[in-house]
C-alpha cells in the first residue's frame, strides 16, 4: 500500500508548528544570548558555583534549541526528498523517503512528548531510589536488574548519572539504591516510572525451580535547586558514621566514611557510602535529605488541594508495571496498558516507548480531573 505523502508531510508540519509554539524557540533564543553573556563575563569564574550553574544552563538551553532546529530542517528535508521522488518516480529514492518518514515521525513523537511535561519540577534532573520489596533474594536480585535497567537508559541517552549509595543484600542483588540522573526534564521525564514494580519468573534462587513473584518500589524526586529554600537546621538532624559495605575490598570500605543522617521532626533517614571522603558522603546525603523534603512539602500542598477538590488523590502511584519471564515473556504497563514482548531489552534500558506512553496517559488524566 503506497503511502500517503501529502497527508502524512501535512500532519508532521502541523505537529512540529504546535510543538515550536508551545516550546518558544524565540524565548529560548532570548535565554540563549543572555547565558552567553554572562558566561563570557571575565570575572564568571571568580564564583566557581555560579559559573559551573551558568555554563550547565546555557548548555542545556542551547541543546533544547539545537533539538527544535535540527527537526526543522529534516521536515524540511524530507519534503525535498519526497518531492525529487515523485518527481522523478525513483523507487530507491521513494523506499529512502518512507524510511525517513518513519524516523521522522518517531522523533517528532518523542519531541512532542517533551511538551508534555509542564509540572513544577518537570525540568529538573532526577533523584531516584530503588528498594527490593516482597520476595526476599528474588526482590533483592530484581532490585538490582531495575537500577542495571535506569542505568543503561540514561547511558543509551548520553545522560550522565551519580550513584549516591547502594546497599547491597546478602545473598544476592540490592536492598535499595539512590542515584541521580543528570539531563534536563530527567524528573519530569522518570517521575513515571513511581510505583511498585513485579516480576514473575523461575526463581533462579529455588532448587526446585518454583515460579516466584517478586516486588520492588522506586521512589523518583527532583533534585533541588537553590530556589526551594529548604531549610535544614543544624539541630533536626542527626549524623552517624560508619564503615561502607559492598562487594569486593573497595577502598571505601577502609574507613569510617559512609553517613547517615536522620532527620528528627520527620523521621526521614538517608545513607550515602560512595563517595571516599565523610564530607563528600555527608554533603551528598543532604541533597538527597533536602530533595526529600521538597517531596514531602509538595504533597502535603498536593494534600491540602485534593482535600479542597473534594479529591482523595491519585493512587496511580502503586503497582504500575508487570514483568513477566515464564509461562511467556512480557512487559506491561498496568495504568496505560502499554505492553511489549521482549523483557531482555526493556532490562537492557529500552524503556522510552513506557516513558512516553506514561506521560501521555499522566496528562490525559490531569485534564480529566
Known amino acids: 500500500m503506497a503511502v500517503d505523502f501529502p497527508s502524512e508531510l501535512r500532519e508532521l508540519r502541523q505537529t ?8 518558544d524557540v524565540g524565548g529560548l ?3 540563549v544570548a543572555e547565558l552567553s553573556e554572562q558566561a563570557s563575563a571575565p570575572d564568571l569564574w571568580e564564583d566557581p558555583e555560579r559559573a559551573q550553574k551558568v555554563t550547565s544552563k546555557l548548555s542545556h538551553v542551547q541543546a533544547e534549541l539545537d533539538r527544535l532546529r535540527r527537526m526543522s530542517a529534516r521536515v524540511d528535508d524530507l519534503e525535498v526528498l519526497v518531492e525529487m521522488a515523485e518527481e522523478e518516480d525513483d523507487a530507491d529514492t521513494l523506499a529512502e523517503a518512507e524510511r525517513e518518514l518513519v524516523a521522522v515521525t518517531k522523533a517528532i513523537g ?3 512528548v517533551r511538551t508534555l511535561l509542564s509540572g513544577e519540577y518537570d525540568e529538573r534532573e532526577a533523584l531516584i531510589t530503588i528498594r527490593s520489596e516482597a520476595g526476599g533474594v528474588d526482590a533483592a536480585d530484581f532490585a538490582e536488574m531495575l537500577l542495571r535497567m535506569y542505568l543503561r537508559w540514561a547511558e543509551r541517552h548520553g545522560y550522565s548519572t551519580e550513584v549516591f549509595d547502594t546497599s547491597y543484600a546478602e ?3 540490592i536492598k535499595s539504591a539512590t542515584f541521580k540522573v ?3 526534564y530527567a524528573y519530569g521525564t522518570l ?3 513511581q510505583g511498585t514494580h513485579r516480576l514473575v519468573r523461575i526463581s533462579p534462587f529455588d532448587n526446585q525451580g518454583r515460579r516466584q513473584t517478586s516486588f520492588a518500589g522506586v521512589e523518583v524526586l527532583p533534585v533541588v535547586a537553590e530556589t526551594d529554600h529548604i531549610e535544614i537546621p543544624e539541630n533536626d538532624v542527626r549524623v552517624d558514621v560508619y564503615r561502607s559495605s559492598g562487594p569486593g575490598g573497595q577502598s571505601v570500605n577502609t574507613t569510617d ?7 528528627l521532626p520527620t523521621g526521614i533517614v538517608v545513607t550515602c557510602q560512595n563517595e571516599k571522603s565523610q564530607l563528600q558522603n555527608k554533603a551528598a546525603a543532604m541533597r538527597v535529605l533536602q530533595a526529600k523534603l521538597l517531596e514531602r512539602a509538595r504533597q502535603e500542598r498536593q494534600a491540602e488541594l485534593d482535600a479542597l477538590k473534594g479529591d482523595g488523590g491519585s493512587s496511580w502511584g502503586n503497582q504500575m508495571r508487570s514483568y513477566v519471564l515464564h509461562p511467556y515473556q512480557m512487559v506491561k504497563d498496568l495504568r496505560t496498558e502499554h505492553e511489549v514482548g521482549n523483557p531482555a531489552a526493556v532490562f537492557d534500558g529500552d524503556i522510552d516507548a513506557f516513558l512516553e506512553s506514561g506521560i501521555r496517559w499522566r496528562r490525559t488524566t490531569e485534564q480529566g480531573e
Open 16 to 23: 512540529l508548528t504546535s510543538i515550536l509554539e508551545v516550546s
Open 29 to 31: 533564543e532570548k535565554q
Open 110 to 112: 518523542e519531541l512532542e
Open 171 to 173: 545473598e544476592a542483588g
Open 182 to 184: 543528570a539531563a534536563p
Open 191 to 193: 517521575s513515571v516510572e
Open 257 to 263: 566514611s559512609a553517613v547517615r543522617l536522620t532527620h
